[in-house]
């Protein structure tokens, strides 16, 4: 059974940093893409950043480009996203979610499981 656990969200202020984390379990985690995605108040969930199963090719939405890094570390079943310069429009929950080909497409579909989230906030 997919499990993917989410942490490391908070309230911040706008230009600040956060990190990210999610441990996953119960399936092959190092031949799995990855993808986390986001859901603003109101608002439908939004493609954020994608990598692939060795973690060498990742994948951005142009509003998080330069700013935001995806990784993860096959050894410790692990998922990260590193946010930079945080920004008032990246208030959302956060997902990571095992994903399929199309990883990097920019969409997601809503059939890939994810976790239950972590919250971030960015005041102004």
């Known amino acids: 059974q997919v499990q993917l656990v989410e942490s490391g969200g908070g309230l911040m202020q706008a230009g600040g940093s956060l990190r990210l984390s999610c441990a996953a379990s119960?399936?092959?985690?190092?031949?799995?893409?990855m993808t986390w995605v986001r859901q603003a108040p109101g608002g439908g969930l939004e493609w954020v950043s994608g990598?692939?199963?060795?973690?060498?090719?990742?994948a951005y939405s142009e509003s998080v480009k330069g700013r935001f890094v995806i990784a993860r570390d096959n050894t410790r079943n692990a998922l990260y996203l590193q946010m930079r310069n945080l920004k008032p429009e990246d208030t959302a929950v956060y997902f990571c979610?095992?994903?399929?080909?199309?990883?990097?497409?920019?969409?997601?579909?809503?059939?890939?499981?994810r976790g239950q989230g972590t919250q971030v906030v960015v005041l102004s």
């Open positions: 119960g399936f092959d985690f190092s031949s799995s893409p």
């Open positions: 990598v692939n199963s060795g973690g060498d090719t990742t």
């Open positions: 979610a095992k994903s399929e080909s199309g990883w990097s497409s920019g969409i997601y579909p809503g059939t890939w499981p």
